[in-house]
């Protein structure tokens, strides 16, 4: 048995048997997140169907910023041929660059960003055929 | 007080995060009103509304608002502020803005530009340390490109040796010598390669520091001729250049080469005429009485990993700055300084170290912070704070203070394990890795540490949560569709009324 006992401010006393936990659970939009002894957990909420932390999607053929970010270099342009692993577009979100590579081998259908955009995670980038 | 002191009754912080509410906190202990800036971004940051009054100053990208020279001018002058605190990163080692600031009648609180010009140039630092006998990495670029001249200059350099393009970077051509029989091959090699990618094959020569140990000084000077230096910092642990942990004292430093580390720091202060506080960063090779130190540079401001130096000494950094800038004389002696205990300083990322440490971004919807004796938790967030991808992804500070070098590891250790921040990932559950690994307990880990380990430490950071706590999430699910409405994040605890109903199989 789980016994569950509410602290307050969002935390838990977790006891089972003799073991007991001090656990911190928060529900953000799309998931549910948990906290113990250092380790975080993120639930995703049943039909959310987020795409977050993802860089690819739908049939690996749409590629997605995998979070906030803006777009610094393009290097593909639509009819163009690359290969599984390019650095297709690099992105830049705190003073970091994330370079975005290609899921699959392909021909780019088309470019749906420019340098300099703004990118939401979940927006296709660019398509690949 | 001193004769030529002036009081700073108001002052601009032209910085953001932990950072900015650090000066704030400094500023209300001294009677100083603070006026804080903001972007776009930050309207709802936790440092605008601690602050006295505050100024919106563009944007959220930092080129329109925090590295915005007039714009901060110009919220100085409509607040009537009499001085500046530029914290770090952003505008805070730029000499056109001390400049500025001069030239507006407000009181930098920081070196002279003078100071921040002469160190912001590589060769031009190096140069005049040499002048002021500060050891430096021995290193050479002989104008006879001879194979005899380039072995005979590698021989005053030292081996192991490390051959580069003159007018390289990145890594191109370098080459590493250990002993005078490699030099033929390596020189040739180097020599190819240097002109293949640069057009020029002249060579550079210079010492190896074979796992160094990144140990810098804090050092603070008056204007009424006093340096002095707050001892070490030891920063070892960075990834990718980005410090990780840091320390204080250096387990490495013998109290011998502590005082040569501390009297050389002094001497490149004062080869600049610095004034107020700033650190000069050193390799140390080796440990014991028998290690040897380089000057790297030299940075003009307070740095992010002060905290573990007022934790040792006492000293509140940032009141001394305070009252420097405001002509005032140092509020302590050489003499007077001493370090006492043990402290460790672990920044707190937003990057998820299980997806090669890609920075976070998104809403905090759950913030709790360690609490207890020798704990302190400098932070920018508070629950509902938006994290966002225009600023550096350093959201807080955990420093802990104890007796023991041990006795800090595991306060630390256990103050993260007591650190819970929710709806983006941090890099605590890294920092706990770090701090058990065998290499960091018995102290002797090099700056090249992490860039070898950070793969090995993310992978063994534990992928799933124990059992009841997964239950324990189900029963909070299970609650709220009963309740019908979801919680406010991270309060639902007070309001459920079914606290009875907490039963689940695990």
Known sequence: ?129 | MDDQAVTIRRLLIANRGEIARRIIRACRELDIETVAVYSDADAGAPHVSEADSAVRIGAAPARESYLNIDAIIAAARSTHADAIHPGYGFLSERAPFARACEEAGLIFVGPPASSLEKMGSKIGARALMTAAKVPVVPGETPSDQSDKALTTAATRVGFPALIKPAAGGGGIGMKTVRDAAELPGALAAARREAKASFGNDALYIERLIEQPRHVEIQVFADAHGHTVHVFERECSAQRRHQKVIEESPCPALSPAIRERMGAAAIAAANAVGYRNAGTCEFLLEGSGDSASFYFLEMNTRLQVEHPVTECVTGVDLVHAQLRVASGEALPFTQASLSQRGHAIECRIYAEDPQQGFIPQAGTIVLYSEPQGPGIRVDSGVKAGSEVSIHYDPMLAKLIVHAMTREDARRRAITALRNYAILGIRTNIPFLLQILEHPQFVNASIDTGFLDRESAALAAAIPRDLPPAAMAAVENHKQRISTLGTPGTPGTLGTLDPFSTLGNWRG
């Not at chain 1, 003799?18 to 975080?40: C, K, L, S, Y």
């Not at chain 1, 970010?69 to 342009?77: C, D, H, K, R, S």
């Open chain 1, 1 to 129: 048995m789980v016994e569950t006992k509410p602290l307050g401010d969002g935390w838990y006393l977790v006891t089972e048997g003799n073991e007991r936990w001090r656990v911190a659970i928060a529900d953000a939009p799309d998931a549910t997140w948990v906290f113990v002894d250092g380790q975080v957990a993120r639930i995703e909420s049943a039909g959310s169907g987020s795409t977050r932390g993802r860089a690819k999607g739908r049939g690996d053929s749409s590629v997605m910023a995998p979070m906030p970010a803006t777009v610094v270099t393009i290097n593909a342009a639509a009819g163009q041929r690359v290969n599984e692993g390019d650095t297709i577009i690099v992105l830049e979100a705190m003073k970091m660059e994330l370079p975005i590579r290609s899921p699959r081998s392909g021909i780019v259908k088309a470019v749906h960003c420019a340098k300099g955009d703004l990118v939401q995670p979940g927006v296709t980038l660019l398509e690949i055929e």
